[in-house]
């Protein structure tokens, strides 16, 4: 991100044209999510691996026909969205995200189930750690969001309490603890089917200075924002 990124909205001139645009984009990601999981588990022989890897690369070379040299960056557009499509957790574009859909309740508590396989694993059978991490960072980051305080993780403190079990659905949740100005601390823990706490995580979002002034003025501490009344001055991101 830049100073300035959100200056000035991309327009949505054709909202139609647009959802073709995404269903196909969304559509490219999920098949190479299934391509990812294949590569992981395949046990074809030696000759086949040859020649899907060079089949794969011919694909490649036709997407990078026309393709942007920069990453996509988070982008506000016409259509009151903030695209964060290239994000690797959330990102619809992004192959690598699981992808989390993340949800807020009336509360300001931020959701999302999370079922992840085979390129995910760490401890055999299990999640790997630093996905967990990264998994509570993106939710429990989307409640400071959420209440117009979308800042930069200064620090997210986990602990792995029991191992996150692959090929299972978990919940992972992410709420407010403080509020103090332009820092806001938050907290998150991801539960299995039982409701037992695989992990938990405790973190502070910090909004850049450089950012500060597309955001207003902070009222002040936790007592000036309450999470259940400014839930809709967040962003929507899809
Ligand atoms: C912005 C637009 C995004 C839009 C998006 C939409 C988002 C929609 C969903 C989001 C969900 C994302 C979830 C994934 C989020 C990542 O993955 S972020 C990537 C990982 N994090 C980073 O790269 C951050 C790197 N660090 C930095 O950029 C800067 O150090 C920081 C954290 C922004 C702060 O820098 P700064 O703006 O110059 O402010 P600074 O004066 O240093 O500190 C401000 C205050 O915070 C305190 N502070 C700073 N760091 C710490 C710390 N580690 N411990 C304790 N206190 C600290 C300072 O003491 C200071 O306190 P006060 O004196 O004001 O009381």
Same mark, same amino acid.
């Given at each position: 991100m830049t100073d300035g990124a959100f200056a000035s909205p991309a327009a949505v001139e054709d909202p139609d044209a647009l959802a073709v645009t995404e269903q196909a984009q969304g559509d490219l990601a999920e098949s190479l999510r299934e391509l990812v999981d294949a590569c992981v588990r395949t046990r074809v022989d030696d000759g086949t691996l040859m020649a899907v890897a060079q089949e794969v690369r011919t694909l490649t070379q036709r997407l990078l026909a026309? #393709?942007?040299? $920069?990453p996509l960056g988070i982008e506000a557009t016409s259509d009151g969205r903030l695209r $964060?499509?290239? !994000? @690797?957790?959330? &990102?619809?574009? !992004? @192959?690598?995200? @699981? @992808?989390l859909a993340v949800t807020g309740d009336a509360d300001g508590t931020m959701s999302a189930s999370l079922c992840l396989g085979a #390129?995910?694993?760490?401890p055999p059978g299990c999640v790997h750690g630093g996905m967990v991490a990264a998994v509570l960072d993106q939710v429990v980051g989307s409640a400071p969001a959420m209440i117009g305080r979308p800042g930069l993780t200064a620090y997210l403190n986990t602990s792995y309490r029991r191992p996150t079990v692959l090929g299972t659905e978990h919940v992972v949740r992410g709420w407010i603890e403080e509020v103090d100005g332009w820092k806001v601390r938050a907290r998150g823990d991801i539960r299995d089917p039982q409701g037992r706490v695989t992990a938990e995580a405790d973190a502070l979002f910090v909004v850049p200075r450089w950012a500060r002034e597309h955001l207003g003025t902070p009222t002040g501490d #936790? #007592? &000036?924002?309450d999470p259940a009344d400014t839930a809709t001055q967040g962003p929507a991101t899809s």
């Open positions: 026309r #393709a942007q040299s $920069d $964060d499509h290239g !994000n @690797p957790m959330v &990102g619809m574009r !992004n @192959p690598i995200a @699981p @992808p #390129a995910y694993e760490g #936790a #007592a &000036g924002i």
